[in-house]
């Protein structure tokens, strides 16, 4: 959850990205590094039993991309091209280093290299005690932070984060937009499976097997809705028909892994 008109979130200061400025290259972590290949762990520390690195034969024919290889942060990398240090690879899971200090809104998002459309995505993660997060989609980067174009599935420790939370900042909803239709996260600490699914305008979000959000982009109701609401003042949330997939780096510790992608 990226907070826009109030205050919020991070940054460390020379490691990530800020919103604006111009571009830097890439520059990975050289704790996970080596000959150009993120190794994480050393290699006597077993990858995660449930982290998939390839795909079934049967995932392939239906479709399915992955969007993390579990080996690098290959086909990522910072919005608007900052450094990715938060970002890390440890044994088949990718790994927001998150900070106790540092929370505001320039810390290293990830995007995808590629632009998605109509697609159906998903993802397991499990967050750290009082965290906040997001994924993020259809993001582009003519402004200054993905929030201000693509809608967010948040993320979000629910019972525990320290400030009140209205519902349409909890865990599964389409921020700031459409609260979650059920409470469908597991506790804190344990992994969750998310998946969301965009095609022709209509979007649902699922979390654990249960829907937690559905909505239409573009229609009057949407448009007056968005209107009313946070970003209002944003011109180009919500707008653009294709973008980047994002995780957001709220300096939260937040852990990811099985992120796969089938295009619609």
């Not at 972590?29 to 080596?34: A, F």
């Not at 320290?162 to 599964?172: A, F, I, R, V, Y």
């Amino acid at each position: 959850m990226k907070k826009f008109l109030v205050p919020a979130l991070s940054v460390m200061a020379a490691t990530v990205m800020s919103c604006g400025g111009g571009a830097i290259k890439e520059v990975k972590d050289s704790t996970v590094v080596k000959d150009s290949v993120t190794t994480g762990a050393p290699s006597s520390t077993p990858v995660d039993s449930t982290a998939i690195t390839s795909l079934s034969d049967a995932d392939k024919a239906a479709g399915w991309q992955l969007l993390f290889n579990g080996t690098s942060k290959d086909g990522w990398r910072g919005f608007k091209n900052k450094p990715t240090e938060p970002w890390v690879v440890e044994n088949g899971v990718l790994h927001c280093l998150g900070s106790t200090t540092d929370k505001s809104d320039k810390r290293g998002d990830l995007i995808t290299d590629k632009e998605y459309e109509n697609f159906e995505l998903t993802a397991d993660w499990k967050l750290a005690p009082k965290g906040n997060s997001g994924i993020l989609y259809m993001v582009t980067e003519e402004f200054d932070a993905p929030y201000l174009s693509g809608p967010e599935y948040q993320i979000i420790d629910d019972n525990n984060f320290p400030e009140k939370l209205e519902d349409w900042q909890k865990t599964g909803a389409n921020y700031a937009m459409n609260p979650p239709l059920v409470a469908a996260s597991n506790p804190i600490g344990q992994w969750n499976t998310t998946k969301i699914i965009v095609n022709k305008g209509h979007v649902e979000h699922w979390l654990n097997g249960q829907k937690t959000a559905e909505y239409e982009l573009w229609t009057d109701e949407w448009k007056k809705h968005k209107a009313e609401g946070k970003w209002k003042d944003a011109k180009g949330y919500g707008m653009s028909k294709k973008g980047h997939i994002t995780l957001q780096d709220h300096g939260s510790e937040i852990w990811f892994k099985n992120i796969k992608i089938k295009e619609i």
